[in-house]
């Protein structure tokens, strides 16, 4: 099978700081990985496309200098919220597909609270 | 542009009952189609997926779903509900790209005894 793995799977942090999410495609390369965003009750919201060795392609209405993506290896993608304040409290999910059309395996999610 | 419509974020059956979770899609490519269950605070597992193949798809757990290009539906079903099976349903068409998918509003299964 192929497995992501979403590191943390939660996390506390106080307003201001910033929160590093880790994405990793543990069993395939993942030329391309995916970063949603899911409010309580809701449905997932495409942040950003991330793409290995290029930048981040974001979705409309997303601040990319608040969420920064890094894609360093065909493996790893992570998202970092820069000076986190109580209203990016949300759960984090990324994605991986092996190719185009093909389904996106998720990982665990991360819950990110800002107190 | 591509989108997805999930009829009723709600779904309350029986155990043992037929399970029926609406999803309608626009496309304006020919649409590849997947549905994927939640459990709470956990991230997505397929379900099934349909790609062109055959229309019937048969997926894990029992559940299946029809793609009916006629009526642009792509309705996840399952004969007999178990207790295990409530949990948040969302139904996802690829973009256009093929790469990035799009979701549903999503659909809360519950399961009574």
């Known amino acids: 099978g192929a497995v992501v793995s979403q590191h943390p799977s939660w996390v506390i942090c106080k307003s201001g700081t910033s929160v590093k999410i880790e994405c990793r495609s543990l069993?395939?390369?993942?030329?391309?990985m995916f970063w949603y965003r899911q409010f309580p009750k809701q449905s997932l919201m495409l942040m950003a496309t991330?793409?290995?060795?290029?930048?981040?392609?974001?979705e409309q209405g997303v601040e990319k200098d608040k969420f920064l993506i890094n894609h360093a290896s065909l493996t790893l993608s992570t998202l970092t919220v820069t000076s986190a304040h109580p209203e990016d409290s949300s759960f984090y999910i990324c994605?991986?597909?092996?190719?185009?059309?093909?389904?996106?395996?998720f990982g665990q999610g991360t819950r990110l609270t800002v107190v | 542009a591509q989108s997805v419509t999930q009829l009723g974020s709600h779904v309350s059956v029986s155990e043992g009952a037929l399970v029926l979770l609406r999803c309608n899609y626009s496309?304006?490519?020919?649409?590849?189609l997947f549905w994927y269950v939640q459990y709470p605070n956990q991230g997505l597992q397929l379900l099934l997926k349909?790609?062109?193949?055959?229309?019937l798809v048969k997926g894990i757990n029992g559940f299946e779903a029809e793609f009916k290009k006629s009526e642009t539906s792509f309705h996840l079903t399952k004969p007999s509900a178990h207790m295990s099976d409530a949990a948040e349903y969302f139904c996802?068409?690829?973009?256009?790209?093929?790469?990035?998918?799009?979701f549903g509003k999503g659909t809360t299964l519950s399961v009574s005894s």
């Open positions: 991330s793409n290995e060795g290029s930048k981040a392609t974001y």
């Open positions: 069993d395939f390369q993942a030329t391309t």
């Open positions: 994605s991986a597909q092996k190719q185009k059309n093909t389904e996106a395996f």
């Open positions: 496309s304006s490519v020919p649409p590849y």
């Open positions: 349909y790609t062109s193949a055959a229309t």
């Open positions: 996802a068409v690829s973009d256009q790209a093929g790469t990035a998918l799009i």
